[in-house]
């Protein structure tokens, strides 16, 4: 793949996320070669898929591309690859471009959607955790709208404008909450000649709140923000098939659906090749010990959602959201120099900031340690946040700027289709 | 397709690009029954595709949501369809979602690509008439530059490197300027491992000089402006032969090149079913008559690109550019309004606004009647006119600010490769 020789030591990074990235971009000026790998040419800011997904977003606000971030490194190289296997014997990694050397491997290559070995699910699903993914979403919720306004079928049309969505963690209800709005304040405006009281959004959730992972009061109030908007909320049902347009339950449940969104967990997406047991098969994550080595080799890494630490107070590893995988790079790279310089690597310690999820205008929750708020001013944090942590000046102030003008104007303006998803049979989907 | 019936007269038009969109807003408020049809739910800003090609812009800032348009209108009906044919007879269109009747039919279908009958061409070359074609060229640049760095074949590379345009009217000036742009400013910073002086971009022209549409100083000063950038221009020069990644002319230079863009000419995109002597083959644009009335039908009229409407100051019809497809549109609404009225049709009058291309920054040539202006006012009137024409608020923003940051930072922000085209077969990318 075309890289020079050097006397630096070479440092191969999997993946730009957030854990690749924050790891590269503190070590571009050390005394490694750095390449970093991945399949996209650009980063891409998964807490904000679902806005792309509900036509909030254009796909270009949440992405930056990779070789601009890196660009400041004379020794830094990126190529865009799919890496197949390691080596750990020849410490060579197999891409789709060709083999390459490393001294050190740092593997972030995040995480993908869990189907829980369901098969009929993961065939008929739709999932977001990329940024395809998300404008398949967009383009099939909206061509759904395009069918259901034309079609004279009731039993049809009722089967296009119900939307259901499995798991309801962030991801699940900013979805079911994003299209709620759409339904309530965009929709009626553009389909003026349909009877929107049809529509219905279903959020399906197998444990008995919506936000398991964040506090009672989260839990509570977020229930509320939904219901106010109109979404059917189902918990302790767990969906047990998706064929033929039919959402079936271990309840009983069924319902007819042209859109079923599968946001029901994620698991590791590991790369072939290191020994079974530095690798813990139900989760799919690396055992790593706390100076984030995979277990059993020295010189390879994980980071990030990949990354399965376990100790006192994360028995299960770290939650697979965006701060630990940003800590976990950053912390990386500070150990890393300290290596060069022939010092001992120090243990991670993580530092949880809290955790939000916003369920529409106005509407969020946020946990942050004993501190619990929600409504208006949680909504604003959030915002904040997000523009905080999004990636470029660019991209800040266009969302920004698409965040206003859609609050002002009750409006989500990227409703476009741009690639049909239906009948496209697009395997990039499936990724 | 779902349209309620009515005691109104039913206006059907095909195709929301300038025509059919300013038709239709100008009698969303009229005793019409309006149905608007296009394969798209969206209208495409047509001058500004080659931004989206050379990462410039972002595609949601060219696009507008055609229900949005029309929204204002009782009795304003818009389908997503593909059209198939026309049944004078009957009355009748018939479209990829089932028939529909008309009182009255507006053909507004446009223009497409020319291959001038050149199949091999036509399947090998790029194309950017629209959105998913102009994000397949922006894919294929950004996957070439990727290919190109990492492969140790200098040959290849040197393939990968070289980008080739055929015809000089203003998409292939502008095209090549901003490929140019893009090696001298953006480039180099992105792939500090590349030789960027094997990099070239050569435009061919058929003709003795590039925009022949356009006055003798603008083509002079185009030149200028494009050598300045370092495009090799080759006039008198007609493409013969794309195959196996080799452009051969009629003046045997051949160019060795793995992005051949075709920007040569176009023709108009005419619907099955007019009997013959409605239709100049030549073309294929429908002949109207000084009301836009389609030869032979009293209720069919076509405006636009795909009109033929020859008088003596335009021999062979207006030219296929966005004004004069605004102004038959809301000519034509007009002329409808009159019609309800009892009123006779008033034979539509072009005024010629001027003609305008931007090379670069800083950079464009402007022809206003007499008034012969290039360089950086001609550039800041081009952007203004832009950003003016636009549709919605929103898009004028997000592009004027886009344009800022660009020019300011010397940059192009939107290169990512989203969806990849190299090896996706994509059959939208052939419409």
Do not use: C
């Not at 070479?10 to 070590?27: D, E, H, M, Q, S």
């Not at 698991?267 to 090749?273: E, I, L, N, Q, R």
């Amino acid at each position: 793949m075309n890289i020079p020789s050097s006397n630096l030591p070479r440092l191969v990074i999997i993946g730009g996320g957030f854990a690749g990235v924050a790891l590269a971009k503190k070590l571009v000026k050390e005394d490694f070669q750095i390449v970093l790998l991945d399949r996209n040419n650009y980063h891409t800011f998964q807490p904000l898929l679902y806005q792309v997904s509900i036509s909030g977003l254009e796909p270009d606000s949440i992405a930056y591309p990779l070789r601009k971030i890196i660009k400041k490194g004379k020794n830094t190289y990126f190529r865009m690859a799919e890496v197949n296997n390691i080596d750990p014997n020849n410490q060579k990694v197999t891409t789709s471009i060709g083999d390459i050397y490393y001294d050190y491997l740092v593997i972030a290559t995040g995480a993908k959607t869990n189907f829980f070995g369901n098969e009929v699910i993961e065939n008929n699903a739709m999932r977001m955790k990329n940024l395809p993914q998300a404008l398949n979403l967009r383009s099939l919720i909206l061509e759904n709208l395009e069918e259901a306004v034309r079609t004279e079928d009731e039993q049809k049309r009722k089967e296009l404008l119900t939307f259901v969505i499995a798991g309801a963690g962030p991801t699940g209800v900013e979805l079911s909450g994003g299209i709620a709005e759409l339904r309530n304040h965009v929709l009626p405006r553009d389909f003026p000649d349909m009877d929107f009281s049809a529509m219905e959004i279903h959020l399906i959730e197998g444990s008995d709140r919506v936000l398991p992972p964040m506090s009672e009061n989260a839990s509570k109030k977020s229930t509320k923000f939904l219901e106010k908007l109109g979404v059917n909320i189902h918990l302790n049902t767990l969906v047990k098939d998706y064929s033929q347009h039919t959402v079936s339950t271990n309840t009983g449940l069924t319902l007819q659906t042209a859109t079923f969104i599968w946001a029901a967990g994620v698991t590791g997406a590991p790369v072939d090749g290191l020994q079974a047991d530095s690798f813990v098969a139900k989760t799919n994550r690396y055992q790593v010990n706390e100076i984030n080595q995979v277990a059993g080799y020295n010189n390879i890494f994980a980071i990030g959602d990949i990354a399965l630490m376990a100790n006192e107070t994360y028995p299960k590893g770290h939650p697979m959201v965006a701060q630990p995988a940003i800590q976990q790079g950053k912390h990386l790279a500070k150990n890393l120099k300290r290596h060069l310089k022939g010092k001992d690597m120090l243990p991670f310690e993580y530092f949880d900031k809290g955790t939000m999820a916003t369920i529409g205008r106005n509407k969020a929750v946020v946990d942050l340690g004993k501190l619990r708020f929600a409504g208006f001013f949680a909504w604003f944090v959030w915002m904040f946040i997000h523009l905080w942590f999004l990636v470029g000046f660019r991209n800040r102030l266009v969302t920004f700027f698409n965040w206003s003008y859609n609050y002002i104007n009750f409006d989500k303006a990227a409703r476009l289709i741009v690639r049909p998803f239906k009948g496209s049979n697009d395997v990039i989907e499936k990724v």
